[in-house]
Nanobody
């Protein structure tokens, strides 16, 4: 059974950088596309970025493109979201998710992800 565990959240100041990671277990990691989502209080869950199973293709939504970098280590079964130039509006619970990668492309739709982590909190002060 696939399990995902996020780590690395915390409290930072605006303009700082922070890295959140997700450890994968219970399956063949390279067969899964990985994505990051976030949910702020009172808001809907928001898709941020995705990476293909082999790690050769990534996708970012416009709000984080150029500030966030998604990478994966298929030998260590981990995926990492490096966040830079953080803003107060980046404050949210961050979740990693996994879904089978059947086409070698990032999974862009939330319904394609069927495994979720418990989330890690990121808070950015102004």
């Amino acid at each position: 059974q696939v399990q995902l565990v996020e780590s690395g959240g915390g409290l930072v100041q605006a303009g700082d950088s922070l890295r959140v990671s997700c450890a994968f277990s219970g399956g063949t990691f390279s067969s899964y596309g990985m994505g990051w989502f976030r949910q702020a209080p009172g808001k809907e869950r928001e898709f941020l970025a995705a990476i293909s199973g082999p790690g050769t293709k990534t996708f970012y939504v416009s709000s984080v493109k150029g500030r966030f970098t998604l990478s994966r280590d298929n030998a260590k079964n981990t995926v990492t979201l490096q966040m830079g130039s953080l803003r107060p509006e980046d404050t949210a619970a961050y979740y990693c998710a996994a879904g089978l990668d059947r086409h070698g492309s990032p999974l862009l739709m939330e319904y394609e992800y069927n495994h979720w982590g418990q989330g890690t909190q990121v808070a950015v002060s102004s």
